[in-house]
């Protein structure tokens, strides 16, 4: 009886005063000014860290070494990179200071992450930022490398990539994304689906779809949504305000897809942002049970009421040939042709 009437006291005198979670949104993270990484070249040494999950496979390290000498790299392994504890890469300091001593390290010119998994968000209060800051150059990699792009940008204003990590695919489509973004460095990259002709009569490989009609112009960022959605309150999480938003996912049922697109809808992104772009969603059937929402439905409901150009299919995420994106880039998005095409430099220019 004293506990109910103390927690009816409570819940009265909360009456008197605003519910912070209504009246007071999350602070916005400060507005940076966006800094560009340093230029990438033939010949140049990379560093090969594992942020996130252990590599069980030791032939692993072997290829993803040899993938990056066959780019035409030079490879300098993190001296914890094949630590294990547990599910992860060693502790999180371990991992921690992988990634911080390759952006202080003046000899090394890029940082590949060699696989995802999980355990990326576990570092991101042991990052070094100023580090970061004071030696900007490229990071590359995908999936729960999404935790690495979002707090590194909303931290530093750093561009990073999202594309193939160190142990993955490294055929003719992402070796040509690869030598494109960082070999050829062009003022101006355009990313739209290869399509593939078959016997059949009609193109069904790497067809997009629309879901709203129109362009739209603004600053890239995302990645996989339910690393995205788990930094949700955090100050690892850059404003949407503006932006372009990315997303792909795997192994996640459409229940859950749509969860995680209602943790976005609370935080008020599909307000904020100017154009989506949903990749791959790979293995995400439904399993059975009362009937489910289909992507098609989820993706309608959030997007629609905003009239946010926006569309799906693109070769983002958890597929062998993959767009190997400038985190943080500005873009013009088109939603009827499926395209994302940068308006600016991403590397820092020779003086």
Not at 171 to 193: A, I, M, R, Y
Request: hydrophobic share 40%.
């Amino acid at each position: 009886m004293k506990k109910r009437r103390f927690l009816q006291t409570i819940g009265m005198s909360l009456g008197f005063f605003p519910i912070l979670g209504h009246s007071q949104p999350l602070s916005k993270p400060p507005l940076l000014k966006k800094l560009l990484p340093n230029k990438l070249q033939v010949g140049d040494l990379v560093g090969l860290i594992s942020p996130s999950a252990a590599t069980a496979d030791a032939m692993q390290f072997t290829f993803a070494k040899e993938a990056l000498e066959a780019l035409g790299l030079k490879v300098l392994e993190g001296k914890h990179l094949q630590n294990r504890r547990g599910h992860l890469a060693g502790t999180d300091q371990e991992r921690a200071d992988d990634l911080n001593n390759m952006f202080a390290n003046k000899a090394v010119k890029a940082i590949i992450c060699i696989r995802g998994g999980s355990g990326a968000a576990r570092i991101l209060p042991l990052i070094d930022y100023e580090i970061i800051k004071n030696n900007p150059k490229p990071l590359l990699g995908y999936s729960d490398i999404t935790a690495l792009h979002n707090a590194i940008y909303a931290k530093t204003g750093l561009i990073t990539f999202h594309g193939p990590n160190g142990s993955g695919s490294w055929g003719k489509f992402n070796v040509s994304q690869f030598k494109k973004v960082f070999f050829e460095q062009n003022d101006t990259l355009h990313f739209e689906n290869e399509l593939e002709e078959t016997e059949d009569l009609v193109i069904k490989e790497n067809r997009i779809k629309t879901i709203y009609p129109g362009k739209a112009v603004g600053d890239l960022i995302g990645g996989n949504l339910t690393v995205l959605t788990s930094l949700a309150g955090s100050p690892y999480l850059p404003s949407f305000k503006n932006k372009i938003l990315f997303l792909e996912d795997i192994g996640e049922e459409p229940y859950r897809i749509d969860r995680m697109m209602s943790t976005l809808m609370l935080m008020g992104v599909f307000k904020e942002i100017k154009g989506f772009v949903f990749g791959q969603c790979t293995d995400c059937d439904p399993s059975g049970g009362y009937g489910n929402l289909t992507l098609d439905q989820i993706f309608d409901d959030y997007l629609l009421p905003h009239k946010i150009p926006a569309y799906r299919g693109a070769m983002i995420g958890h597929v062998p040939k993959q767009f190997l994106l400038p985190v943080g880039a500005n873009v013009n998005l088109d939603a009827d042709k499926g395209t994302l095409t940068t308006t600016q430099p991403i590397f820092k220019q020779s003086k």
